[in-house]
């Protein structure tokens, strides 16, 4: 009796600290039925799972804003090519990123990420739909996998969504569009499969990798010029110029003989130049 006392307080209290012994789902975040994302166990075929994986926000942001998919309700061949869709928006893909890659490094070995997220699809309400988006996320041979068990699919009172593993059934008619550094998984008879898609985290950060702008350089200042010392000159006092004096009015009745002797006269008493003098000396013999 006291042994089943003890056993039913041990019980009460694990409760109490928050565990359960029959707990498999842990939840990282909850937004009603279709929205959330939590850790759980995975197939029995999975093994050798690489958690916890450190994978940032942004690298799954952009991993989820570059897959596509396209939808055929009816197989028409090589006639018609079937239209390409984006699955998760810039604004979808923002929304649940941050926990995935929470997810993703919570998760232990023996633990996946199961994922759901409900959108709006439309442009008017009337036109418009709530659609589905779910599957589960692990990380194996240091490639990221990502298997869809609804691929945008609506929600209604006749549409029913799948429930199986997307591991095992896919009823669904939309197929992934493998991008850059991305594979469709492959079933046991060796064919693709059209909602597993495996991401080569290597290949796809090398490809992502945005190059760095170059630096550029600095442009060098031209350095000053250096001034080069020069000796002292002997100084020198300017000549200062001679005033120029006023040209001689030729006088009436003078000959070109005398006014050139007074021309003369004046150079050699320094009261006009050289170049004065040979002006003035050539206007008097333009004279004769």
């Not at 919570?106 to 709006?120: G, H, M, R």
């Not at 029913?160 to 594979?183: C, D, H, Q, T, Y």
């Not at 290597?202 to 600095?218: G, L």
Request: net charge neutral.
């Amino acid at each position: 009796m006291n042994k089943k006392r003890i056993l039913v307080l041990m019980m009460s209290l694990m409760l109490c600290m928050g565990f359960s012994l029959f707990e498999k789902t842990k939840w990282v975040w909850h937004k009603g039925e279709y929205s959330y994302v939590r850790l759980a166990k995975p197939d029995k075929e999975i093994d050798k799972l690489e958690h916890p994986a450190e994978i940032s926000q942004e690298q799954i942001q952009a991993i989820l804003t570059s897959i596509r998919y396209q939808r055929a309700w009816i197989n028409l061949g090589n006639l018609v090519k079937p239209k390409e869709y984006d699955l998760f928006t810039a604004e979808e893909a923002e929304q649940i990123a941050p926990y995935l890659a929470q997810g993703l490094k919570e998760a232990n070995s023996n633990q996946w990420v199961d994922f759901s997220l409900e959108v709006y699809r439309g442009q008017m309400i009337i036109f418009g739909s709530d659609q589905v988006t779910d599957g589960v996320a692990f990380v194996r041979d240091g490639k990221l996998n990502l298997a869809f068990r609804n691929i945008s699919e609506k929600i209604g009172q006749e549409v029913s969504l799948n429930i199986v593993s997307p591991l095992k059934a896919f009823p669904g008619s939309a197929r992934l569009i493998p991008g850059k550094g991305m594979e469709l998984a492959k079933n046991k008879k060796g064919k693709d499969t059209p909602n597993w898609l495996i991401i080569d985290l290597k290949a796809y950060a090398e490809q992502e990798e945005e190059v760095k702008p170059a630096e550029t350089k600095e442009e060098k200042k031209p350095e000053p010029e250096k001034k080069v010392s020069q000796p002292e000159q002997e100084k020198t006092q300017p000549r200062a110029e001679k005033s120029e004096p006023e040209k001689p009015q030729p006088t009436s009745g003078k000959s070109v003989k005398e006014r050139l002797l007074e021309l003369r006269e004046l150079y050699e008493q320094g009261l006009i130049t050289e170049e004065q003098y040979n002006k003035r000396r050539e206007e008097i013999l333009k004279e004769l």
